[in-house]
């Protein structure tokens, strides 16, 4: 993952809920020429103190302006997070201190 500004290289952290979630990230339409959405899941409270740094098997995610950015609960209660837009929604934010993007889901 990379600060769009700089391109220095970055890292994704994700509190989750109290419930089975499941984050997803959807390139926009300019980015996605070779990309599929990516997705997490994750069990009940899982990094709810300190967080999750995401990442995938082929090596650094990658933020872009304009990408999309959606958490649901996988309990069957239909909440959701989002969409949250890079770039122009309030989440995710870069924290320039850790170098990495955040985006909070609280319940």
């Given at each position: 993952?990379?600060?769009?500004?700089?391109?220095?290289?970055?890292?994704?952290?994700?509190?989750?809920?109290?419930?089975?979630?499941?984050?997803?990230?959807?390139?926009?339409?300019a980015n996605a020429a070779n990309?599929?959405?990516?997705?997490?899941?994750?069990?009940?409270g899982e990094g709810g103190q300190?967080?999750?740094?995401?990442?995938?098997?082929?090596?650094?995610?990658?933020?872009?302006?304009?990408?999309?950015?959606?958490?649901?609960?996988?309990?069957?209660?239909?909440?959701?997070?989002?969409?949250?837009?890079?770039?122009?929604?309030?989440?995710?934010?870069?924290?320039?201190?850790?170098?990495?993007?955040?985006?909070?889901?609280?319940?």
């Amino acid at each position: 993952m990379q600060q769009p500004e700089t391109g220095k290289p970055a890292q994704k952290s994700v509190e989750i809920a109290e419930s089975p979630t499941r984050s997803a990230d959807f390139a926009n339409s300019a980015n996605a020429a070779n990309l599929e959405p990516i997705h997490w899941d994750f069990s009940p409270g899982e990094g709810g103190q300190s967080g999750l740094v995401l990442s995938v098997p082929q090596g650094d995610v990658e933020l872009h302006p304009g990408d999309v950015l959606v958490a649901f609960a996988q309990d069957g209660s239909r909440r959701y997070w989002g969409p949250y837009v890079v770039g122009q929604t309030q989440l995710p934010f870069w924290n320039a201190e850790r170098s990495e993007w955040q985006l909070l889901i609280q319940p």
